[in-house]
């Protein structure tokens, strides 16, 4: 099922409301709040159509009435804005293609398992975002000399373990990032109005950066001169020092991490003996990617080190947007393999053999590895 919009249909007892509708191809973790990833074998493109796009809710889909919606924005600024669906559409937008990651990706590859949604690799993907850069927005509102961060607040709400109060979702930004040209407050995916579960009628888009900062359902923009010590920026997208001071502060997630995900074979391909050209995708938010590499079998010394194999790097639709590789091998012998991918970013990062641990589970970049079967006949 498509989740661009239609008509709304009448709402069942016992059925989830049409806002809350995830499209088939998606596989879901959990239902409410919605959260559903793409199958890797469904990232295979360099967009990522609408309807195979994951999605990470902490609340139920708000509802927001179009008419009624407004855009506040507000705090250390001179002319504080109060802006509808049609005066956000009057000023000037642009497109940006932007791969969003949440920072919950993969957790299922930490060990020992970190609390969160247990994602496979498939929350990811690549779209094209339409909409008018918050630097238009701050520009216009005129930031005071006292401005260090920008709040971005959503129209969803709801509780959150071991939190008293009900929270909205919210995070912030520093003061250069919200001003970076390519920072958007969207309207449009992919050439479609945005859905309801991908932030209908206005979200932000933060390229380069995990999709925590990516703001759905924005109704809220503070500019503030202090730093934002709100749920998500401070408990649930952070860093956790380990160790005996449990005082010192968390380190906030933000840049993507250098990655690779093979997408074609996925997990448990069976394959008769041949030649073939092993797909994927890589991105970084630290740098352009410089090559990623693919090694068949495990390197069982040093000396092995020459088993991975440069790929072929495919086309690079934008700056902040993976790039889609190939890499073609020969499978000649029967047998059980393991594919292994790694990418590496003109800043010179790359990927860890294996998860590094952290109590959150966030930002998790190891090398992607995939069992085949290659058989006789
Ligand atoms: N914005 C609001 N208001 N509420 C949310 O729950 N989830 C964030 C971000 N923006 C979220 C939000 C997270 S963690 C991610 S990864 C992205 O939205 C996911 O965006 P998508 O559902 O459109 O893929």
Redesign the pocket.
């Known amino acids: 099922m498509a989740d661009s919009p239609t008509a709304p249909a009448p709402h069942r007892a016992g059925a989830p409301a049409a806002s809350e509708e995830l499209p088939e191809v998606l596989d879901v973790i959990s239902r409410m709040?919605?959260c559903a990833e793409t199958p890797l074998g469904a990232l295979d493109s360099a967009i990522t159509p609408n309807e195979r796009?994951?999605?990470?809710?902490?609340?139920a889909v708000?509802t927001v009435d179009r008419a009624t919606w407004r855009l506040a924005l507000s705090g250390e600024v001179r002319r504080p804005l109060d802006l509808s669906v049609e005066a956000l559409r009057e000023l000037p937008s642009r497109t940006v293609i932007a791969t969003?990651?949440?920072?919950?990706n993969s957790r299922r590859a930490v060990y020992p398992p970190a609390e969160g949604v247990q994602w496979n690799h498939g929350?990811v993907?690549t779209a094209e975002w339409e909409g008018v850069p918050l630097r238009e927005l701050l520009e216009r509102a005129g930031p005071l000399a006292s401005a260090r961060e920008v709040v971005l607040?959503?129209?969803?709400r709801g509780r959150e373990p071991g939190v008293e109060a009900e929270l909205?979702?919210?995070?912030s930004l520093p003061l250069e990032k919200a001003m970076d040209a390519d920072t958007l407050i969207a309207t449009r995916m992919n050439g479609d109005p945005l859905s309801a579960?991908?932030?209908a009628p206005a979200?932000?888009i933060v390229p380069g950066w995990?999709?925590?900062?990516?703001?759905?359902?924005?109704t809220r923009i503070q500019v503030s001169s202090a730093p934002f010590l709100g749920h998500y920026r401070t408990k649930s997208?952070v860093f956790v020092p380990e160790g005996p001071d449990s005082s010192s502060p968390t380190v906030p997630v933000t840049r993507l991490r250098v990655k690779s995900l093979i997408t074609w074979p996925t997990e448990g391909t069976l394959l008769p003996r041949g030649s073939y050209t092993i797909r994927g995708v890589a991105w970084s938010g630290e740098g352009p990617i410089e090559r990623v590499e693919l090694t068949t079998r495990a390197a069982r010394s040093d000396r092995e080190r020459g088993a991975w194999i440069a790929a072929r790097l495919l086309e690079n639709t934008s700056p902040h947007a993976w790039v889609r590789w190939e890499c073609p091998v020969e499978l000649r012998a029967a047998g059980h393999y393991v594919l292994r991918s790694r990418a590496i970013d003109r800043a010179g990062h790359t990927q860890p053999a294996q998860a590094l641990w952290n109590f959150r589970g966030v930002a998790t970049n190891s090398v992607h590895a995939v069992r085949i079967t290659v058989r006789a006949t």
């Open positions: 709040p919605a796009f994951f999605v990470r809710n902490h609340f708000p969003m990651e949440c920072a919950g929350a993907g607040e959503g129209a969803d909205a979702y919210a995070m579960q991908h932030g979200r932000a995990y999709g925590m900062a990516s703001v759905k359902w924005l997208y």
